[in-house]
């Protein structure tokens, strides 16, 4: 047995027990083991082998994107801001299905059918004449989305998309009719809907019977139009593809001009030529538009833009044509809550203001017994402290908070809870809204339920326009902006000019400035004074009830309405970011008077609950309604223009 002198000689653990080495057939099947399971992860994580259909969106890096054929949606918005969709939106108080005092019940959201047109951006054309089409292809979108659709423009990358691109390719035919199948191509990717021409506007009313069946989204067979040729179809998509087979199999495909020619007419439902939907097509251009013709003759940018003025125009009658009873402007108790209606009468006489036109006595084509527009003779309007039930009627009214209301009644310059209390009715607004078509016996609940159904229903919500006082005082009214107002109408306000004589009232040059700086100026209150009122008023008893007030009553008026607007949270945030600011106040007193002016105002909430209520529920309705608009704007800007080759503001007027 060895003897080791010290302990460093001694053998360590693995000398005396040596590890065995694997043997190089191990190493080799570890080696495999190893490959095999990077391999699969690899296989596992990647994309799938792209077909020729995929493959289409990558054939040009910086091409058009294409569209995607619509989803079903089954979210809602509750979680984006102060209101939840809700069937239970009919009863009186929101509360009683949300368990939140702040949040309003809205019907649920109406799905917008979508409605296409096709347009190819690839083309070579002048810049001035694209200029041109994209205000057309604003004009049509515009229009649509007003009357409850969803607008959508649609290019080669679409068509590209379907699988009948492949036969398509390998067909030969003309330019013209290649062009044709790129449209039905790009339908038919998108699947079920409407196929329209962007020269195809809706004029007529909002509850016409075809609109409203095409509202609904349900087209069970291929359906074309008598009257408008190729520039309207609807259909599902197997109708689609069965149409674009039989055109692609065709044996006339190199002498015909046009897809209609190849279908078979057993394949289409032919319906009655529409009296709401108008086709500017060259040949009634020519017809019934000689001087939109002619110019379109001498330079195709200006005619169309003289033909997208035509169209704006005709839009705007139509309007003018569907509420020939006139305009109604809500005002009640307007001797002491004039300065609330201000901005409304100023958008009643834009509204019956004639319309800019290359053609100013032209009926729209589908429509030739018409009512032209002219100064002479122009719509009513009129101010009521009701609402009058009447479909010929539009109604524009504007909601002040309780509080504001309270302040604005109240003869006492603040505020006091014993006050409210004792000397003020409940529900004051309300209750002289729906006195006409109410009574005077029904109490809050009853009279919101049927605010409600004018507000939001689908049978009367086309019929008015809903304001925020507050938001106007603030100058944060998203809906007197001139952008909003001409998606919500679908046509463009008419410009004020003093050279014209299509101006409303006499004294036009003072009419003009007022009226022109009060739309620009998003505070629409600061310049209002009892001569602007008398202009702005086509009734001689309000006219004469608002100068005899003066502008020390409007002043006072406008100093409630700022104050007013001072205590209210216009969002949720708000009244804690003013109470952080109170709190950093050195200043106990004004401390002390903010916490006391916001108690007060809970305080006039809880007693007119139905004001509270109606408030409310127009704030969240109009709220709603913009963010369902620029939710489709943000989906579209991707599409509009090319993507970010040519920027945002090509299809929107931005």
């Known amino acids: 047995m060895p003897r080791y002198t010290s302990r460093a000689n001694k053998p360590g653990h693995y000398s005396a027990y040596p590890k065995e080495r694997a043997s190089p057939r191990k190493i080799w099947r570890y080696t495999a083991a190893a490959g095999c399971l990077v391999v699969v992860l690899l296989f596992a994580t990647s994309s799938p082998v792209p077909t020729a259909r995929d493959a289409a969106q990558h054939i040009n890096p910086f091409g058009l994107p294409a569209h995607q054929p619509p989803t079903a949606r089954n979210g809602t918005d509750e979680e984006e801001a102060r209101w939840s969709n809700h069937w239970k939106w009919l009863n009186p108080f929101s509360d009683s299905v949300t368990n939140d005092g702040s949040r309003s019940v ?4 109406r799905e917008r059918s979508p409605i296409y047109a096709f347009y190819d951006s690839d083309a070579e054309k002048d810049e001035k004449v694209k200029a041109a089409e994209n205000r057309l292809l604003l004009t049509w979108r515009r229009a649509w989305w007003a009357q409850g659709f969803r607008p959508v423009i649609l290019g080669k990358a679409e068509a590209m998309n379907n699988p009948l691109y492949e036969r398509f390719q390998v067909r030969t035919m003309e330019h013209a009719l290649g062009l044709e199948f790129l449209k039905w191509l790009a339908w038919g990717h998108m699947g079920k809907g409407i196929l329209s021409s962007w ?3 809706p004029m007529g009313a909002y509850d016409d019977h075809l609109l409203a069946f095409l509202r609904r989204g349900e087209y069970p067979k291929l359906t074309r139009y008598d009257g408008l040729g190729e520039g309207f179809f609807s259909g599902d998509k197997a109708s689609i593809e069965a149409a674009l087979t039989a055109a692609l199999d065709s044996s006339d ?6 897809v209609l020619q190849l279908v078979p007419s057993k394949i289409f439902v032919v319906d009655p030529k529409p009296s709401s939907i108008a086709f500017y097509a060259s040949s009634i251009l020519a017809d019934q538009y000689k001087a939109v013709s002619s110019t379109l003759a001498d330079s195709k940018a200006t ?12 839009i705007h009658l139509t309007f003018l044509n569907t509420f020939i009873s006139g305009i109604s402007v809500l005002t009640p108790h307007r001797s002491r809550s004039a300065i609330l209606h201000y901005p409304a009468i100023t958008l009643a006489n834009a509204l019956i203001t004639c319309p800019s036109s290359p053609i100013p006595a032209s009926c729209p084509p589908n429509n030739p017994k018409c009512i032209p527009c002219s100064s002479s003779k122009q719509l009513p309007l009129k101010t009521s402290e009701s609402y009058t039930n009447t479909s010929t009627l539009f109604t524009i009214g504007t909601l002040p908070h309780p509080y504001t209301f309270a302040s604005l009644l109240s003869k006492i310059k603040t505020l006091t809870i014993p006050h409210v209390r004792r000397n003020t009715a409940r529900d004051p607004w309300l209750q002289s809204v729906m006195l006409q078509t109410l009574g005077p016996l029904l109490g809050g609940p009853d009279r919101i339920v049927s605010f409600k159904e004018i507000v939001a229903s689908e049978t009367s919500s086309f019929r008015g326009l809903w304001l925020i006082a507050e938001e106007d005082a603030a100058g944060q009214n998203p809906v007197l902006g001139k952008r909003e107002l001409e998606w919500h109408f679908g046509f463009t306000l ?7 004589t299509a101006l409303p009232l006499s004294s036009p040059d003072l009419k003009t400035s007022t009226i022109t700086a ?11 004074s009892s001569s602007s009122f008398s202009l702005l008023s086509s009734s001689s008893s309000v006219e004469q009830e608002i100068e005899s007030l003066g502008d020390k009553e409007l002043a006072l008026q406008r100093d409630r309405l700022a104050h007013a607007q001072s205590v209210l949270p216009l969002n949720s945030n708000d009244k804690r970011g003013k109470w952080k600011g109170a709190k950093r106040n050195r200043n106990r007193h004004d401390r002390d008077d903010f916490v006391s002016q916001d108690r007060i105002s809970d305080a006039v909430e809880a007693w007119h609950l139905a004001d509270t209520e109606a408030w409310r529920f127009v704030r969240a309705w109009g709220a709603r309604g913009r963010l369902e608009r620029q939710r489709w704007e943000e989906e579209e800007r991707t599409f509009a223009g090319g993507g970010m080759r040519e920027g945002w503001g090509r299809w929107f007027d931005r």
Do not use: F, R
């Not at 809205?106 to 959201?109: E, M, S, V």
């Not at 495909?253 to 046009?258: F, V």
């Not at 005619?303 to 005709?314: K, N, Q, R």
């Not at 009060?518 to 209002?528: F, G, M, Q, R």
């Open 106 to 109: 809205l019907p649920p959201p």
């Open 199 to 201: 020269l195809v506007l």
């Open 253 to 258: 495909l190199n002498e015909s001009k046009s």
């Open 303 to 314: 005619g169309l833009l003289s033909l997208a003025e035509l169209i704006t125009s005709h």
């Open 494 to 500: 008419p410009a004020y000019n003093t050279s014209t």
């Open 518 to 528: 009060a739309l620009a100026n998003p505070n629409l209150y600061a310049s209002a």
